[in-house]
């Protein structure tokens, strides 16, 4: 298992370092995030969007990067800008369709799991961690579990039902007809998109930024990254609140553990809760099953 350090054990940070982190996070935001919301001048001017600023951060931290001194360095700030150029040309929705469905699996699975985890082994040298277990889990782990789903369940209630309560309506599902196929295409899309979001942005993104930056940067810069992704998906309104605290307690739960298992059955525990929220939002009362 590749160790995960504090940072400053590592490299000292740089002011140049610093500058092309921050610069790539502020891209993020502006070109994944904000990529449906919207630009920062009036409609009448739509070639005008927020990821024209975007494009020029992610060239700046590039080239503050190579200023940097830091090799490996240099070449994380390459695969973090390669994620965002991905997710950029992917369409990020809760569409079910068949079609969309497909799209996500190629393009977030093969093009954001398996390519960045070939090129961290044979060209940054520095393998991805993939720590799936790190011993017996602990008595606090164990109570996390279902502590953790308590507080889930009472956050996406409050969010569905009071805080952004059309929020379903990113997730269509039809009203009438059979429903049996989009219900469990959103179960397994549910599923998928928890797993993928460990994998790419705590054992990806995260565990690269702990190589660079202490924990509690590399910690606020990955669930930015996190929010970003999930924003733009489907978690509009009250979203960026409640996925940022989420985002953050998953980065501290695996600074601990170092188990890529744990986190991923905590997060697909609330996407039970997610799965739940939005199917009985479009058919109260319709209960936990798909079918």
Request: glycine share 8%.
């Amino acid at each position: 298992m590749t160790e995960i350090h504090s940072g400053s054990d590592a490299i000292r940070v740089n002011p140049w370092l610093r500058a092309s982190l921050w610069s790539l996070t502020a891209a993020m935001v502006l070109i994944i995030g904000l990529k449906s919301h919207g630009g920062p001048l009036p409609a009448s001017l739509p070639l005008l969007h927020w990821h024209w600023i975007g494009w020029p951060l992610v060239a700046a931290g590039l080239w503050f990067g190579r200023k940097s001194g830091s090799s490996s360095w240099s070449k994380t700030a390459v695969l973090l800008t390669y994620l965002i150029v991905v997710l950029f040309f992917t369409r990020i929705d809760g569409d079910t369709g068949d079609a969309h469905v497909l799209e996500l699996a190629l393009a977030l699975g093969l093009g954001i799991l398996l390519v960045p985890a070939l090129l961290a082994k044979y060209w940054l040298k520095e393998p991805l961690d993939y720590s799936w277990f790190n011993g017996p889990w602990s008595r606090r782990m164990w109570i996390w579990l279902p502590s953790g789903f308590v507080v889930a369940y009472v956050f996406m209630w409050l969010y569905f039902n009071i805080l952004t309560p059309d929020l379903h309506h990113s997730w269509p599902l039809p009203l009438e007809g059979d429903r049996s196929g989009a219900l469990w295409r959103l179960f397994w899309g549910c599923n998928f998109v928890g797993v993928w979001d460990e994998l790419a942005f705590i054992n990806f993104v995260f565990v690269l930024l702990c190589r660079h930056f202490r924990f509690a940067e590399a910690n606020i810069i990955q669930a930015i990254f996190f929010t970003s992704f999930l924003y733009e998906m489907a978690f509009v309104g009250w979203g960026p609140v409640v996925i940022y605290l989420f985002a953050l307690v998953q980065g501290l739960t695996y600074h601990k553990t170092r188990s890529l298992f744990y986190i991923v059955i905590l997060h697909l525990m609330i996407d039970s809760i997610l799965f739940y929220m939005i199917v009985n939002r479009w058919y109260p009362g319709w209960g936990w099953h798909p079918w």
